[in-house]
T-cell receptor, first 115, second 115 residues
Framework: AQTVTQSQPEMSVQEAETVTLSCTYD???????LFWYKQPPSRQMILVIR??????QNATENRFSVNFQKAAKSFSLKISDSQLGDTAMYFC????????????FGTGTRLTIIP | EAGVAQSPRYKIIEKRQSVAFWCNPI?????LYWYQQILGQGPKLLIQ????????DSQLPKDRFSAERLKGVDSTLKIQPAKLEDSAVYLC?????????????FGPGTRLTVT
């Protein structure tokens, strides 16, 4: 069974600064996907970024990028030039490649952007 | 395109009562998921449908929870009888098909409070 651990329950950062959210996972799979989801207050969860384990290049989506360290089973999210709209719960999630497509989520990090 | 719809948005019931939640996925999406998100935790998959068939219900408490997707479109999740520990947000998500389940689109959720 896979596990996903987010060790930072809460974080805060000044607007326009850079913040990094941590995630580690445990799996015996070799092929899998990792995700960061954002859940704003009272709003629905949306996908921020996705990383395929077989890709060595770290995924980037505008101000969001990841640092994927497969050997260390680490998958951190960096948010650059943070904006007030980035305030949300952020969940790291794992999905195996074949046979079991369910998402396994971490416990989340509550990120607050301070004006 | 319309998103995933869920109703009701909020529900308060007493323990031992019954409750039902409804989900209408994005049009054309073959795969539908129900997640339970307890306060302070990440979402946990309860059941996954592919069209009107069950793919994974290993974490569904079948003595009290049931779900159906009779025509392969909308779905209903029922709890009977409810317990205090069922208080949570119930999220519905859909994806185009199993091969693309990394693209899961979430609804706004139903917040259930059991008193």
């Amino acid at each position: 069974a896979q596990t996903v651990t987010q060790s930072q329950p809460e974080m805060s950062v000044q607007e326009a600064e850079t913040v990094t959210l941590s995630c580690t996972y445990d799996t015996s799979e070799n092929n899998y996907y990792l995700f960061w989801y954002k859940q704003p207050p009272s709003r629905q969860m949306i996908l921020v970024i996705r990383q395929e384990a077989y890709k060595q290049q770290n995924a980037t989506e505008n101000r969001f990028s990841v640092n994927f360290q497969k050997a260390a089973k680490s998958f951190s999210l960096k948010i650059s030039d943070s904006q007030l709209g980035d305030t949300a719960m952020y969940f790291c999630a794992f999905r195996a490649d074949f046979g079991n497509e369910k998402l396994t989520f971490g416990t989340g990090t509550r990120l607050t952007i301070i004006p | 395109e319309a998103g995933v719809a869920q109703s009701p948005r909020y529900k308060i019931i007493e323990k031992r009562q019954s409750v039902a939640f409804w989900c209408n996925p994005i049009s054309g999406h073959a795969t539908l998921y129900w997640y339970q998100q307890i306060l302070g935790q990440g979402p946990k998959l309860l059941i996954q449908f592919q069209n009107n068939g069950v793919v994974d219900d290993s974490q569904l408490p079948k003595d009290r929870f049931s779900a159906e997707r009779l025509k392969g479109v909308d779905s209903t999740l029922k709890i009977q009888p409810a317990k205090l520990e069922d208080s949570a947000v119930y999220l519905c998500a859909s994806s185009p098909n199993r091969a693309h389940s990394y693209e899961q689109y979430f609804g706004p959720g139903t917040r259930l409070t059991v008193t």
